[in-house]
């Protein structure tokens, strides 16, 4: 079950392969993430020393969050996943210019799991392309439609 997508990621990067990482939460965290109050959008995975961080997801904290801590919305997530798929990782991001997106966050078996995506960017007439081809897919749509009818 999905909890929060990253729309903005397909538009800006061609996404190679697909990772799933667990996340380290606080337990306010994981309240707002259930209640919905995550965004993605500007979130980024950076790479520090032989580990993974979520950087700039906006978690909101909800307004019955603990009186004794103090929230921080967007701070930086210790991702979680095996050893030798993290030095892979930072293998082809080091050496084939290779970024890391998180492409959604979701349930997975009562846990909250974040999609990583292995990206490269996209040039500004890549994202036309991709735009005209969506916009003519959705009118073979239109056309089918109307000839069934």
């Given amino acids: 079950m999905t909890i929060a997508d ?8 061609f996404i190679e392969e697909r990772f799933e990482a667990g996340m380290a939460l606080e337990g306010w965290e994981v ?3 259930r ?3 995550v965004q993605l959008k500007e979130a980024y995975v ?8 979520l950087f700039g997801a906006h978690i909101s904290p909800l307004p019955t969050a603990s009186t004794h801590i ?8 210790k991702l979680l996943m095996h050893a030798d798929e993290i030095s892979k990782l930072i293998g082809k991001v080091e050496r084939a210019g290779y970024t890391l997106v998180p492409l959604n966050m ?4 009562g846990r909250i799991k974040c999609e ?3 990206a490269k960017g996209k040039k500004q007439y890549d994202k036309r392309e ?4 969506r916009d003519w897919q959705r009118e073979q749509q239109k056309i089918m439609k109307q000839n069934i009818r």
């Fill in 116 to 118: 990583i995506g292995l």
């Fill in 31 to 33: 309240k707002s993430i």
């Fill in 130 to 133: 991709t735009e005209k081809e």
């Fill in 70 to 77: 103090k929230p921080d919305p967007v701070r930086d997530r």
């Fill in 46 to 53: 950076i790479v520090k020393g032989a580990e993974i961080f």
């Fill in 35 to 37: 209640a919905g109050r």
């Fill in 106 to 109: 979701h349930f997975s078996k």
């Fill in 6 to 13: 990253n729309k903005k990621a397909f538009h800006d990067y």
